[in-house]
């Protein structure tokens, strides 16, 4: 099945750093994602994109969606204290049976020093 | 105002026991997911229902049965629950049109003695 290959693993910033991480896939996605998870609660959904080599921001958010299809990459500018929480990519194929089936990366574990 | 929500919060119970973890999503989507996530924080699907209908339905050992009675509510059952099944469940929910877009509840944390 696919497979999502996200990185870094985890990462320790000073408060006003920009961040990066990225997703890879050994598939092509139709849609990649980018959610956010504090502890103890579920993933929110930051950004969506549908376009190969759409870039979407939200905030102080950016995500660019691959041209191959095969990876996308979150920045974060300036970041904050809040910021802190597990950032999950993730990919979907459309329609037919992988109607509604993400696929999510391991995650990127951010903790950022005040 | 919660917009998808789970019970219980925590669940702790015996191995070999049966339980049931609820969702209810007052968004009005049409689909609803059950998702589980491991020590390693890692997400996998493990059901997916549209108008109460079954869409997906990975390889989750048949000791769990989703039940759709209408469609703002998904239940997980799980029978003779093992200490592998100790994970955080989360239900999530989405438009028809918009199935990438899911919005998760809570999450359920199910741990197996």
């Known amino acids: 099945g696919q497979q999502l290959n996200q990185s870094p693993q985890s990462m320790f910033i000073q408060e006003g750093e920009d961040v990066s991480m990225n997703c890879t896939s050994s598939s092509i996605f139709n849609t990649w994602l980018w959610y956010k998870q504090d502890p103890g609660e579920g993933p929110v959904l930051l950004i969506a994109l549908y376009k190969a080599g759409e870039l979407t921001s939200n905030g102080r958010l950016t995500a660019q969606f691959g041209i191959t299809r095969k990876d996308s990459f979150l920045n974060i500018s300036a970041s904050i204290p809040s910021d802190v929480g597990i950032y999950f990519c993730?990919?979907?194929?459309?329609?037919?049976?992988?109607?509604?089936?993400?696929?999510f990366g391991q995650g990127t574990i951010l903790t950022v020093h005040p | 105002d919660t917009a998808v929500s789970q019970t219980p919060k925590y669940l702790v119970t015996q191995m070999g026991n049966d339980k049931s973890i609820k969702c209810e999503q007052n968004l009005g989507h049409d689909t609803m997911y059950w998702y589980k996530q491991d020590s390693k924080k890692f997400l996998k699907i493990m059901f997916s229902y549209n108008n109460k209908e079954l869409i997906i339905n990975e390889t989750v050992p048949n000791r769990f049965s989703p039940k759709s009675p209408d469609k703002a509510h998904l239940n997980l059952h799980i029978n003779s629950l093992e200490l592998g099944d100790s994970a955080v469940y989360f239900c999530a929910s989405s438009q028809e049109d918009r199935e990438d877009e899911q919005f998760f509840g809570p999450g359920t944390r199910l741990t197996v003695l």
């Open positions: 993730a990919g979907q194929y459309a329609g037919g049976t992988s109607y509604g089936k993400l696929t």
